[in-house]
């Protein structure tokens, strides 16, 4: 039977199988594991009427366990203004996908150009793309504008405190070719930055960084742009944008690539996604900028106009992007220091209280931003801890182990605190973690 959608026949898959080899569609899929195969039938796999599905989506929905969240690692559950959304949701840009013509869309040109200049102002950098799909895609762009920048040179040095998940596509983006990644030490947290030297060669092209890292803290890059500048490699660090609020630049670190995710600017947690990378480079190194790049020239009659400036690939995030530029033009820089400002007050105030209780401590002593390592004596208590709070409608932070499968993050909880966390919600949370530590 052929369907208006699925118009293959029977006999067309048996003849496509045979061309392969295959006997089954099962035996075409035996790679995909057992575990996340549906043991079921999809539930609308026999038709249903759209309010039927909606109905049963409805459903399903009710599931979800809602709760106030003190979740970070890398998603962050920041305030967005209403007019975010309703800007964002103008119908000519909810497709804003530049079409095959681009220099007909000026609008469209004209945001990812903002975005471009809003990136530059907030990392000091000279020159930006018009984003990238996220900050792990962005981290492996700039390893690559390291390796085609130092041509010749294989070896790239990385920070073991780099986002799990970006490391993890890093390692991806690597396998199967001659590039060498280097992982530093860890030392208490933190990147052992004192062995970089040491770790230095003639085939290093770069160091890749992260501030504020995989624990929350705050990393010190004081003289490693010199270090790397005298080997003649580059460094690249990876920020979240609000953090640069308070810490340095990316440029003020004497950075050459700044990378990171603009989810904390606009983007809801949405189940960890979309989201948005953003990557720029200092002026020596804008020709190796890849993806698209808007410039701003003068049409025939004098006017302002925007181009493509480059596009070597289709890579941005479109939608994602021009929420940040909307969030970012209705805060203004002044706002997004409160804000960072708010995430450091709050999260510093849970810490110093939560510290009092005994039963858990601050994992290491160093300083951080919005999130924080806190270390409990043993498991089983940590899981209680979880529980109990989750019970009050809390989510009480990221069980690092499950994202770093490191020994030495099994009894660490990260705790993220952003502006959005009023004291009430973290009076709450205090008295559920008294009753649990007591």
Known sequence: MVYPYIPHTDEDRKAMLDAIGAGSIEELYRDVGEDILLSDSVPISQGRSEDEVIRMLESIGT??????????????????PAAVDAISHLPSFLTANAPSQEEISQGLLQVFFEFQSMICQITGMDASNASTYDAANALTQAAGICLAARKGRHTLLVSPTIHPFALSVLRTWASHTDHVLVMLPQADGLCDLSSLESALSDDVAGVLVQSPNRYGFLEDYTSVAETMHKAGALLCVSSDPMSVGLQKSQREWGADIAVGDTQPFGLPMSFGGPSCGY???TKPLSAFLPG???GQTKDERGKRAFVLASHTNADTNSLAALRTTVYLSLVGWQGVKDAAWQCYVKSHYLQSNLAELGGVELAWDHPFWCEFPLRFHDAKRMRKY????????????VRLQALTHQPEDELVLLVSVTEKRSREEMETYLAAARRVLR
Do not use: W
């Not at 809602?66 to 690692?73: I, M, S």
């Open 63 to 80: 599931r979800n366990q809602r709760g106030v969240p003190f979740l970070g690692a890398g998603c962050y559950d920041h305030i967005i």
């Open 279 to 281: 990557l720029a480079v």
């Open 292 to 294: 698209v790049v808007v």
């Open 386 to 397: 979880i529980q109990e709070l989750r019970n009050e409608g809390l989510f009480a932070g």
